[in-house]
């Protein structure tokens, strides 16, 4: 490379040679995690957002008994005319919940409701709408299906069939899925705890007084929020003085009560940052910057048998950093089977500003322009510390390292914020 064309990379470029890229970052995560193995039985609503800790398998037919998938009339379907119509005596009604009991003969019929048990002898049901009813009789004319509109006993799962397989967060349909098989109660992985607290001699609690200087701790209630949409139990360790050994005693009394300890600030190298040298000293740094913006002192490592994150002090990067890492690494730790992160290529509406070297995580807003596509914009200023941007936002915006910026009308990559899980 030319001098002068190093000295251009050096002024545009935004890469620190000592940062891991992003990927890498996720991946040394990920495979430094063994999941939790603890199982319990809870009660079925307790168990939503947990994470099931064997196959759940069905011990009964779904649906039990054979029944009929729609209002109409039941019948043996070699009795249906091959041609011109047929007349049938409708001889009794069969119920969802309260099947008809006796025996139909040749030339009748039963009435029959959605759900209800299928008639001894009957294979299938004529739809009300087809059929002309006068008194006691229907006539039905020839183009009928025999075996039509008839769910079978056993259809949707037999006994021995996987319902809910192990590793699935469990949400409303698998709740009603297990109600439905009847169990009162699910096997899961016991919760991750999370201990977590706040650094900086600057940071007040709400209710307290600012000073000249100080201001109020808003990571401790990004992280609460963000942890209390996972599947985890809380620990809040309050707010630590940017004091060496304050730290150290935070870091001891988290990691005693903890599977994972979470940090905010103090992970750079200033002279008030004690966290990254405290990992050093009591515990294992994996990697401590990456290369992406907001988040780059970002610290990964151990601490006495726990996983440490000692993510940045700015309230937008503490959110990137918490739900590009950290909530991956928790799904890991709780047990959940991967599922892959919802990204989508969306076309852009306004003008987006970057320098190469890291990746980038810009706060967007997708919504439907005038012709009714999805496109996604910019929220704006996207200063590190302006909540805001986060708070008006529904998704990232990822531009890669390589990236100096994006125009209208490019596809960018997009992270909604909410995911299906
Ligand atoms: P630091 O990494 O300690 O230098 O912090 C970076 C920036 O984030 C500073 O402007 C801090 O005042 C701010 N900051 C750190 N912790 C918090 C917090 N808990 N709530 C709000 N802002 C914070
Ligand atoms: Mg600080």
């Not at 009339?73 to 091959?82: E, F, I, Q, T």
């Not at 008839?150 to 021995?160: F, H, I, T, Y």
């Not at 709780?334 to 980038?360: F, I």
Request: include cysteine.
């Amino acid at each position: 490379m030319s001098k002068s064309a190093a000295n251009t990379q050096d002024i545009s470029c935004d890469f620190d040679p000592g940062s891991i890229s992003a990927d890498e970052a996720l991946r040394r995560i990920l495979a430094d995690i063994t999941p939790i193995h603890q199982t319990e039985s809870i009660s079925l609503r307790t168990a939503l957002g947990r994470v099931t800790a064997i196959d759940v398998k069905s011990r009964v037919n779904v649906p039990n008994h054979t029944n009929s998938a729609m209002d109409g009339y039941a019948l043996k379907g070699d009795a249906l005319p091959s041609e011109d119509t047929a007349t049938f005596k409708v001889a009794g009604i069969s119920f969802a919940g309260k099947p008809f009991r006796g025996g139909v003969r040749s030339g009748e019929c039963i009435r029959i409701m959605t759900g209800a048990v299928m008639p001894e002898g009957c294979d299938t049901v004529v739809t009300q709408e087809r059929v002309s009813r006068e008194g006691d009789s229907v006539t039905i004319s020839e183009g009928e299906s025999a075996g039509a509109n008839v769910r079978q006993a056993g259809e949707d799962l037999a006994p021995g069939d996987v319902a809910i397989a192990a590793g699935t967060r469990i949400g409303p349909a698998h709740l009603g899925l297990a109600a439905s098989l009847g169990f009162s109660e699910l096997p899961v992985l016991r919760r991750p705890r999370v201990a977590f607290f706040s650094t900086g001699d600057e940071l007040r609690s709400v209710g307290e007084v600012l000073e000249t200087g100080d201001l109020y701790d808003s990571n401790r209630y990004t992280l609460f929020g963000m942890l209390s949409e996972d599947n985890v139990e809380l620990v809040d360790l309050g707010i630590v003085r940017d004091d060496p050994n304050a730290i150290r005693q935070g870091f001891e009394d988290a990691a005693d009560c903890a599977d994972v300890v979470i940090t905010s600030a103090g992970a750079s190298v200033g002279d008030a940052d004690y966290v990254k040298q405290t990992l050093d000293a009591i515990g294992a740094v994996n990697f401590w910057k990456v290369a992406i913006k907001p988040g780059r002192p970002l610290s990964f490592g151990n601490v006495k048998g726990s996983l440490f994150f000692g993510l940045p002090g700015n309230p937008v990067s503490v959110m990137v950093t918490y739900q590009i890492f950290v909530r991956e690494a928790i799904r890991r730790l709780s047990g959940e089977r991967d599922a892959p992160v919802l990204k989508l290529q969306v076309p852009l509406a306004s003008n987006l500003r970057k320098r190469p070297g890291r990746v980038e995580y810009q706060r967007g807003v997708l919504s439907k322009d005038d012709a009714g596509n999805t496109v996604v914009s910019s929220t704006g200023e996207q200063g590190s510390g302006i909540l805001h941007s986060m708070s008006v936002a529904n998704c990232f915006i990822i531009l890669p390292a390589e990236s100096d910026g994006a125009q209208p009308g490019e596809l960018v990559q997009v992270q909604p914020f909410s995911q299906f899980t």
